[in-house]
């Protein structure tokens, strides 16, 4: 499991409320463009996947910024909720 900060920007109201609705089945919104998603290296690439149907290369931007755990406690948060924390340890 790994955090990554998801970070989005369209001109398009349709297009951000579908980028918005479906990022918040896969993590938490910390700002009004911002997300932090603790993803399996499979929901990963299913996010990836499900984003690019959604996204107009050439008039959006996403990005995604993955967070190592020996970053995870360099973070500074000054409002706002905490940092979405990857479990310990993963039972399958």
Same mark, same amino acid.
């Given at each position: 499991?790994?955090?990554? =900060?998801?970070?989005?920007?369209? %001109?398009?109201?349709?297009?951000?409320?579908?980028?918005?609705?479906?990022?918040?089945?896969?993590?938490?919104?910390?700002?009004?463009? /911002? +997300? @932090?998603? /603790?993803?399996?290296?499979?929901?990963?690439? @299913?996010?990836?996947?499900?984003?690019?149907?959604?996204?107009?290369?050439? @008039?959006?931007?996403?990005? +995604?910024?993955?967070?190592?755990?020996?970053?995870?406690?360099?973070?500074?948060?000054?409002?706002? %909720? %905490?940092?979405?924390?990857?479990?310990?340890? /993963? =039972?399958?």
């Amino acid at each position: 499991m790994m955090l990554y =900060v998801v970070c989005y920007d369209t %001109p398009s109201d349709k297009r951000r409320k579908k980028i918005a609705d479906l990022l918040e089945g896969y993590g938490q919104r910390v700002q009004y463009s /911002v +997300f @932090e998603c /603790v993803l399996s290296a499979q929901k990963y690439q @299913e996010l990836k996947r499900r984003l690019r149907k959604r996204v107009k290369e050439g @008039e959006d931007c996403l990005r +995604f910024y993955p967070l190592s755990g020996h970053t995870l406690y360099q973070i500074e948060i000054w409002g706002g %909720p %905490p940092v979405a924390q990857p479990p310990d340890s /993963v =039972v399958v």
